[in-house]
């Protein structure tokens, strides 16, 4: 991990073209955009002037805290499952998160190297610490993304935005593109105390008509889980996502422990070799 396996994923943000290594930390284009890069091993790319703001350090701990105790390792699994597995394999992971489900999969594939992107520098960070396969990208991925054409050879998305024009820019010919959403029961007894948000009606649906035009469905995976929860877990559950603005979960757990349900749909998909008209 480090400028030279980093360049080789990256584009200027600025003219798009691709970056090099400038020792001892910066990536530089043949524009002479220069673009310094972290110590810790991530490099910032974001547009200028961008305003938006990724996830803090408390939601960040909250994630880790119940990630590490193995709740979603069956989603996780799946994922994972769903990656190609041959040799090669150049992994980005849009939302990374903390990495948790790219380490996963990283762990599983000894010699891919992967790329984590996030809208977080503090996200990015803990991706790609302690993982010598892992680089970081701190972007927007509602903006072009500063990635060059064709360079991944699959895309993880896991509870993350999407950008499907982009999604198939960066992936090469026949790239794989997994995506894991949730299904419509999921977390349904924490929606019915209005401790998290609610799950987009037909989820699975809006997904597929927003993909069509540039992928093709191959393969999905339901999983579905019931957990008991003691409030201390439900309370990082519900402080590691979105719902972390608008909910005081330390308040609204009360009881020692809570039945869950986690129920969410992992899908791959395969990049198609033409647009077809939206």
């Known amino acids: 991990m480090g400028t030279s396996t980093l360049s080789t994923w990256l584009r200027c943000p600025i003219c798009f073209l691709p970056l090099t290594p400038r020792p001892p930390l910066a990536l530089v284009c043949a524009s002479g955009h220069n673009h310094d890069v972290n110590r810790r091993g991530y490099v910032t790319l974001l547009p200028p002037r961008t305003r938006v703001v990724g996830d803090d350090a408390a939601m960040l701990d909250a994630r880790d805290a119940f990630l590490a105790a193995g709740h979603y390792r069956p989603i996780a699994d799946a994922a994972t499952s769903l ?12 939302g990374c998160g903390t ?4 380490r996963h999969a990283v762990d599983r594939l000894p010699d891919a190297a992967a790329l984590a992107l996030d809208l977080s520098p503090v996200a990015v960070a803990r991706a790609t ?9 701190v972007a927007d991925v509602w903006s072009p ?4 054409d064709g360079a991944a050879t ?10 499907p024009e982009e ?11 997994v995506v894991v959403v949730p299904a419509a029961d999921h977390l349904r007894e ?9 799950v987009q009606e037909e989820k699975r649906e809006r997904l597929l008509a927003a993909l069509s035009p540039h992928f093709d469905l191959e393969r999905e ?3 579905e889980r019931s957990l008991r929860l003691s409030a201390t877990a439900v309370e990082a559950l519900v402080g590691m996502g979105p719902s972390a603005h608008h909910r005081d979960a330390a308040e609204a757990v009360r009881e020692r422990e809570t039945v869950v349900t986690t129920s969410v749909t992992a899908l791959r998909f395969r990049r198609r070799d033409e647009v077809r008209p939206g």
């Open 129 to 137: 610490r302690g993982h010598d396969r892992i680089d970081g990208l």
């Open 167 to 177: 999604f198939r820019r960066v992936l090469g010919p026949g790239g794989s593109l």
């Open 221 to 223: 995976l339901a999983v």
């Open 83 to 94: 990656l190609p597995e041959a040799p090669g394999q150049r992994i980005l992971d849009v």
């Open 145 to 148: 993304l500063p990635v060059r």
């Open 154 to 163: 699959a895309i993880l998305n896991v509870f993350a935005p999407r950008n």
């Open 99 to 102: 990495g948790y489900y790219l």
């Open 190 to 198: 924490l929606r019915g105390r209005g401790l998290v948000l609610g």
